[in-house]
Nanobody
């Protein structure tokens, strides 16, 4: 079993910053991709940013230039630095891990609210 624990969400004013963390534990092997998805109220879950085991990153167009994903392999942790936050970034952010065998795991999510 794999556990993903997210932290770092909260309330921030427009233009502010937050840093999300996701620590993976359990039967972790052959991690292929880790990343962040988000789900705004009334909308489908969408990709925010992902990073491969080799360090290749992929971002949603809506967050390019504002969000940065990074990872610490020694800690099995992935981070999402979010700058210049906008009200439309308000969502529950979910951590995801996919291994090389096609298995996918999700965290419980952390709420990010951007509001004045």
């Amino acid at each position: 079993q794999v556990q993903l624990v997210e932290s770092g969400g909260g309330l921030v004013q427009p233009g502010g910053s937050l840093r999300l963390s996701c620590a993976a534990s359990g039967n972790i092997f052959s991690i292929n991709v880790m990343g962040w998805y988000r789900q705004a109220p009334g909308k489908q879950r969408e990709l925010a940013a992902v990073i491969s085991s080799g360090g290749t990153t992929n971002y949603a167009d809506s967050v390019k230039g504002r969000f940065t994903i990074s990872k610490d392999n020694a800690k099995n942790t992935v981070y999402l630095q979010m700058n210049s936050l906008k009200p439309e970034d308000t969502a529950v952010y979910y951590c995801n891990l996919r291994n090389r065998y096609g298995m996918s795991y999700w965290g419980k999510g952390t709420l990010v609210t951007v509001s004045s």
